[in-house]
């Protein structure tokens, strides 16, 4: 059986989900932010390993919380490739935000359009989706899709950060996104879930102006 948990944290409210398989006790963690103990406590409370570290992109809120999770974990860290100089320059990244980062670890894993990415018995295919970033992805499985900071209830990803396109990222969620059934659950970087449907409907920024409604 999945779980998801999702873990609010840090300054910002950036969103870290724990993807659990309950039968196998073991999790994925998705997007470790800043509040790395919080997140590690719930990991520990529900005694579960930890199979992988996945990042949906690599601003600071994001990957801050990664150094920690990964020394008590011993679990491996998956980026795709185009985010690795954020990802490097983590600490750079924090001095701007007033969010204390330390060196982060090399990722052990690159992320490419169509992988399939496992924890337990439970599958994600990896969407390339940049726009917010050039190497964010989307991570799609047992009708849920993580969005990172691509896609929001009411609401896109900013596009004025180093790698950010308004049109790219447009394009990514009408071919990645939108594509996807209406009932599939959306958890995104911060702010509530939703729905496709709901954001297909809803969301300003995809339902006029010739966008697909």
Same mark, same amino acid.
């Given at each position: 059986?999945?779980?998801?948990?999702? #873990?609010?944290?840090?300054?910002? *409210? %950036?969103?870290?989900?724990?993807?659990?398989?309950?039968?196998?006790?073991?999790?994925?963690? @998705?997007?470790?932010? &800043?509040?790395?103990? +919080? #997140?590690?406590? =719930?990991?520990?409370?529900?005694? *579960?390993?930890?199979?992988?570290?996945?990042?949906?992109?690599?601003?600071?809120?994001? @990957?801050?919380?990664?150094?920690? @999770? =990964?020394?008590?974990?011993?679990? !491996?860290?998956?980026?795709?490739?185009?985010?690795?100089?954020?990802?490097?320059?983590?600490?750079?990244?924090? #001095?701007? *935000?007033?969010?204390?980062? &330390?060196?982060? !670890?090399?990722?052990?894993?690159?992320?490419?359009?169509?992988?399939?990415?496992?924890?337990?018995?439970?599958?994600?295919?990896?969407?390339?989706?940049?726009?917010?970033?050039?190497?964010?992805?989307?991570?799609?499985?047992?009708?849920?899709?993580?969005?990172?900071?691509?896609?929001?209830?009411?609401?896109?990803?900013?596009?004025? +950060?180093?790698?950010?396109?308004? &049109?790219?990222?447009?394009?990514? #969620?009408?071919?990645?996104?939108?594509?996807?059934?209406?009932?599939?659950? @959306?958890?995104?970087?911060?702010?509530?879930?939703?729905?496709?449907?709901? %954001?297909?409907?809803?969301?300003?920024? *995809?339902?006029?102006?010739?966008?697909?409604?």
């Amino acid at each position: 059986m999945t779980r998801v948990t999702p #873990i609010p944290n840090g300054r910002l *409210l %950036e969103n870290t989900y724990l993807v659990v398989d309950e039968e196998r006790a073991v999790c994925a963690v @998705v997007d470790p932010g &800043e509040e790395a103990g +919080l #997140i590690l406590h =719930k990991v520990h409370a529900a005694s *579960l390993s930890v199979a992988g570290i996945w990042l949906t992109h690599a601003h600071v809120d994001h @990957v801050v919380g990664v150094a920690r @999770v =990964k020394r008590e974990t011993g679990a !491996p860290v998956y980026l795709h490739p185009a985010d690795r100089p954020l990802y490097d320059h983590a600490m750079e990244q924090g #001095i701007a *935000l007033g969010i204390p980062a &330390e060196r982060l !670890p090399a990722p052990d894993r690159d992320l490419a359009h169509g992988d399939t990415l496992t924890v337990g018995t439970l599958s994600f295919q990896v969407r390339h989706t940049p726009g917010h970033s050039a190497g964010s992805v989307s991570l799609v499985g047992g009708g849920r899709v993580f969005t990172g900071d691509a896609l929001f209830r009411g609401s896109i990803g900013r596009t004025d +950060l180093p790698g950010g396109d308004f &049109e790219t990222l447009m394009r990514s #969620i009408e071919r990645e996104l939108l594509t996807l059934p209406d009932d599939t659950i @959306v958890y995104s970087g911060h702010g509530p879930e939703t729905t496709v449907g709901h %954001e297909r409907r809803h969301n300003p920024f *995809l339902s006029g102006a010739g966008r697909l409604a």
